[in-house]
């Protein structure tokens, strides 16, 4: 306990010249703001991350896999709202850019950076060359897919409405239903090829998983509530400070919102992924970022014109502009690339490496590219469709995988 104690000290003051500074009034510039608010958003997430991993350890893996996207997220969502509840109050700014960015930015750097990761570090961990998935993640896949495909329609209306928000919220909620009907048939949250490392589980929350379930329940809430504040009150400063940190750096501060505040806010969620790992369960590691992944392509976009009505005090929609419309398409594009490598209910190393290669390739193309916007929209244009081509490929090669997906959600409700 006394060195999860220490953990716990250690982040609570690395969030502390936050929380002085936010319940202060206390300013200063937008580079320290960025780094004093993004390290507080970073040090809760590490407190939500502990909390979920222990929580997770008493409840069956899909259902808890799905409640720890909703916990771990929480960065992100307080970022991308806040965003988006300014743009409602500012129809005509730039804030209505920014919350789009954000969220384009957060889902691709999931797929994009987060998924081939925990390929690499099991690689690199056991040197083998693919995560298993079990037939049940077809679920999982299923409703990703769902999500996907209905990005297009929205890429077609150019607007995320109400509408959105409200068929975006059935499918998590469907998802969620069909994930809570198949531990009925007694799943348990250990993967059959995983629970063999009982004393791997590294950190704090193995200390968490010693104590008795009412104290680690208690811990757990604890934690969540702290991190959740704390979040809360960093979110707003962090968000502007992001913006004026781009102007004094004479960087784009759309890509600066786009890229490095979504890695701030997606730290609870990459860091469960990597104890996973270490802790001998790939599979939980994978799958639980692909829970984030439907998360955040439902609930996340879905609140976006949630957030913009509150803020404009009337029903309003979230338009994508000519740069946001291609950003969309490519984050979709990227969605279905991802799922068509995992129809075979396992990820490979060539294609971790290939969606790893190919998100360095929209950073570099993002960041020299910024200056020049229409060669810009084109590159984004062009790597979105590479994506689809791609996914159509590895479909062809895996066809009889599509009929199986879609029988998953009809086993789960039989």
Not at 26 to 53: K, R
Not at 251 to 269: K, M, N, R, Y
Not at 364 to 391: C, D, K, R
Not at 394 to 414: E, H, L, T, Y
């Amino acid at each position: 306990m006394h060195r999860f104690l220490t953990y716990l000290f250690i982040a609570m003051l690395a969030a502390s010249p936050a929380i002085f500074m936010r319940l202060h009034g206390t300013s200063a510039g937008p580079l320290v703001q960025a780094g004093v608010f993004g390290g507080a958003i970073l040090a809760a997430g590490f407190m939500l991350s502990w909390g979920a991993e222990a929580a997770e350890s008493r409840v069956s893996q899909g259902l808890m896999l799905a409640g720890l996207a909703l916990v771990t997220v929480l960065p992100e969502y307080a970022i991308d709202i806040y965003y988006a509840f300014r743009a409602g109050q500012a129809p005509d700014s730039n804030y209505v850019h920014y919350a789009a960015a954000n969220m384009t930015g957060a889902n691709r750097l999931l797929v994009g950076a987060a998924w081939p990761m925990v390929v690499f570090l099991h690689w690199r961990r056991t040197r083998e060359r693919a995560i298993e998935l079990k037939p049940s993640n077809l679920v999982e896949l299923f409703f990703l897919l769902l999500a996907s495909l209905y990005a297009f329609v929205i890429l077609i209306k150019d607007r995320i409405d109400l509408v959105d928000f409200a068929i975006l919220l059935a499918i998590f909620g469907a998802y969620i239903w069909c994930v809570s009907r198949s531990l009925r048939g007694g799943e348990t949250h250990v993967d059959e090829d995983e629970d063999d490392d009982d004393d791997a589980e590294p950190g704090p929350a193995a200390v968490l998983e010693t104590l008795t379930p009412r104290a680690q329940w208690a811990w757990t809430a604890g934690l969540t509530l702290v991190a959740g504040a704390i979040i809360l009150l960093s979110a707003e400063p962090f968000a502007n400070a992001m913006i004026g940190s781009g102007r004094a750096l004479g960087v784009d501060e759309f890509l600066l919102i786009q890229w490095i505040a979504p890695l701030t806010g997606e730290s609870p969620e990459i860091l469960l992924a990597v104890l996973f790992v270490y802790a001998a369960r790939p599979g939980s590691a994978l799958i639980a970022l692909v829970s984030d992944k439907i998360n955040q392509w439902t609930l996340l976009v879905g609140a976006l014109p949630v957030a913009m009505s509150i803020g404009a005090g009337s029903l309003i929609a979230l338009p994508l502009s000519e740069r946001q419309h291609e950003e969309f398409f490519l984050t979709a594009a990227q969605s279905l690339f991802g799922i068509s490598l995992l129809l075979g209910l396992r990820l490979r190393l060539v294609g971790a490496f290939a969606l790893a290669v190919l998100f360095g390739g929209q950073l570099v193309l993002a960041f020299s590219l910024q200056h020049n916007p229409a060669a810009e929209i084109a590159a984004l244009t062009g790597l979105g469709w590479v994506y689809l081509v791609l996914a159509a490929i590895v479909v062809a090669a895996q066809w009889r995988a599509i009929a199986a997906m879609f029988k998953a959600p009809s086993r789960v409700a039989d």
